[in-house]
């Protein structure tokens, strides 16, 4: 199994090189800076791409991922890396086609619904089959089921 975390360095991206690897046995790549390289490898990393290299979004190379975890968003790195996807692999991002944070954009109820408007419209297209890889995770889908697994894993360190 292969993972690719953009956005490695950062709050959900730590947690999801440690998932990846720890928990779920995979290669992963993960993309940061180069000054949280370092750190992006302590947590387990096989791999660090520096997304401040300007070929950064035709780095991946080869590696074909069963799994990108997007949390930084933004539909180029959808364009850039959906071509590295197994067929059977899947693209999520916890984002959205747009980097909220990067455009100093807030984050208002129009925003909001903007969001939601996207996020359904890509899933008619998934259940088209145009883009049946891309899928937006939402706080709507954590199940509070999955909370004592989350807390097991966090207890094993």
């Given at each position: ?86 067929p ?22 129009g925003?909001?619904?903007?969001i ?34 989350v ?7």
């Amino acid at each position: 199994k292969s993972a690719l975390v953009l956005g490695g360095s950062g709050g959900v991206g730590t947690f999801a090189v440690q998932l990846a690897k720890n928990h779920f046995g995979c290669y992963v790549v993960a993309s940061c800076s180069f000054g949280n390289a370092q750190l992006v490898r302590a947590l387990g990393a096989d791999e660090v791409l520096d997304y401040t290299d300007p070929g950064f979004l035709h780095s991946a190379g080869l590696t074909k991922f069963d799994v990108i975890v997007d949390c930084v968003g933004g539909d180029d790195y959808w364009q850039a890396f959906k071509g590295t996807l197994k067929p059977d692999g899947v693209f999520v991002t916890l984002v959205g086609n747009k980097r909220y944070l990067a455009d100093d954009m807030s984050l208002d109820y129009g925003n909001a619904l903007q969001i939601k408007a996207d996020y359904f419209w890509r899933q008619i297209k998934n259940r088209m089959g145009a883009q049946e890889n891309y899928h937006i995770l939402t706080g709507s889908q954590v199940k509070s089921e999955d909370l004592p697994i989350v807390a097991s894993l966090l207890e094993q360190g």
